[in-house]
């Protein structure tokens, strides 16, 4: 990829442990497209964190309670506002990454988003939503903060960490499950940085994006390699496959954002069959986006991207609440039911294997079986 023109212009903020990892595990000819920063409450956080922009989030020590405290948390925002405005000012477009759920991340990046459009900053926030079984409190705190990124006007692509779920076998490890989730959040947001810093003449409009991702909804990533120009249509086939969407939900997908990242120049006509295997299966509502990026590495191989966003939520998997217990005042009423004695004759037998024993049936009265004559009675 090329290094845009405008050095820092296009900023990356990863804040509370996922975002930062997220952004920090970007390859380095991604990371010279962004302004890459860390923003944490937890100085340990930052200090851990690579080197690179740190925004500290207000400024008790270490240990100071605030993952406890939201209110904490936003007096602190407050308090570091000004440098966070100082940091921004020369930001054209800021790209947020974090998980929702927790404390830190679904304060901050809400007001984060606040801040930007203050500020008349596009912002596109980059998130996940937790597990269905990590409780309703966490899923209210994400509801919640959900609602005020979208209220600020900000583009939210957001992830259910329950949908991947359905797409890992059963037998997965448990961080395996989250590094996986970590890596579909960095691709997505590679995909917006590729199409932010393209040149004019191949996409990089920041009003469009903000507009495709800024709709109701989830979203999914689809990744697939492609060996080169001529298996750019298998790979863009494989991408559409690996959404685990149904014909349905992709003819209703709102918003769609193809990222083909290359070593070198494509011909244009196996783009034009590789997007357009795309387009075919998706409905006339549904807008599409593409870039196609050079990432400068030699002998690298293509990677075909797919982000879709504006999908109804699905919950999958969602810890299952306690069994129903019907009670009633009187119990339960017994219920009579008719015996038919018929059945049990020895006529209804007559037919089935004999039961028995040394080579004799028992079904046959031993008197008869025996030969024992029986007297009549007098």
């Known amino acids: 990829m090329k290094k845009q023109a405008e050095t820092g212009k296009l900023a990356l903020w990863g804040v509370g442990g996922q975002g930062i990892r997220v952004v920090f595990s970007l390859p380095e000819e991604v990371r010279r497209l962004v302004n890459p920063v860390a923003a944490d409450a937890d100085i340990q956080s930052l200090v851990c964190a690579p080197p690179g922009g740190k925004i500290r989030i207000g400024s008790e020590p270490a240990g100071g309670g605030f993952d406890d405290d939201p209110e904490k948390l936003e007096r602190a925002f407050r308090e570091s506002e000004e440098k966070i405005r100082e ?12 998980g929702l759920g927790g404390a830190v ?29 990590e409780g309703k409190q966490r899923d209210r705190v994400f509801r919640e903060s959900r609602e005020r990124i979208i209220k600020s006007g900000a583009g939210l692509v957001c992830f259910s960490l ?16 989250f590094h996986r989730c970590d890596r579909i959040l960095r691709d997505a947001v590679e995909c917006a940085a590729a199409y932010l810093s393209a040149p004019p003449e191949a996409g990089g409009s ?101 982000l879709a966003a504006g999908l109804p939520g699905r919950r999958a998997r969602a810890a299952p609440g306690p069994l129903p217990v019907a009670k009633t005042a009187e119990g339960t009423r017994p219920r009579q039911k008719e015996i038919d004695f018929n059945k049990f004759t020895r006529g209804v037998f007559a037919a089935s294997e004999p039961t028995s024993r040394e080579g004799e049936d028992l079904d046959i009265p031993t008197f008869v079986r025996q030969g024992v004559r029986l007297d009549e009675e007098d």
């Open 87 to 98: 940091k921004l000012s020369s930001v054209r477009t800021l790209l947020i990454a974090g």
């Open 105 to 133: 991340s679904s304060t901050v990046i809400p007001a984060l988003c606040r801040l930007a459009g203050k500020m008349k900053l596009p912002a596109l926030a980059f998130v996940t939503r937790p597990f269905g079984f």
């Open 162 to 177: 329950d949908r991947l779920v359905g797409e890992v076998d059963d037998d997965t490890p448990h961080q395996e499950v």
């Open 206 to 306: 920041r009003s469009g994006l903000v507009r495709l991702l800024s709709v109701p909804g989830e979203a999914v990533l689809g990744t697939e390699p492609a060996d080169g120009p001529g298996d750019l249509v298998r790979a863009a086939k494989a991408a559409l496959s690996s959404l685990a969407l149904t014909p349905a939900e992709l003819a209703g997908t709102r918003g769609i954002l193809v990222q083909i990242d290359s070593p070198g120049p494509l011909p244009f006509r196996q783009v034009e069959k590789a997007v357009g295997a795309v387009s075919g299966v998706l409905g006339e509502e549904t807008e599409l986006l593409y870039t196609v990026s050079l990432s400068g590495r030699t002998g690298g191989e293509i990677i075909f991207r797919i």
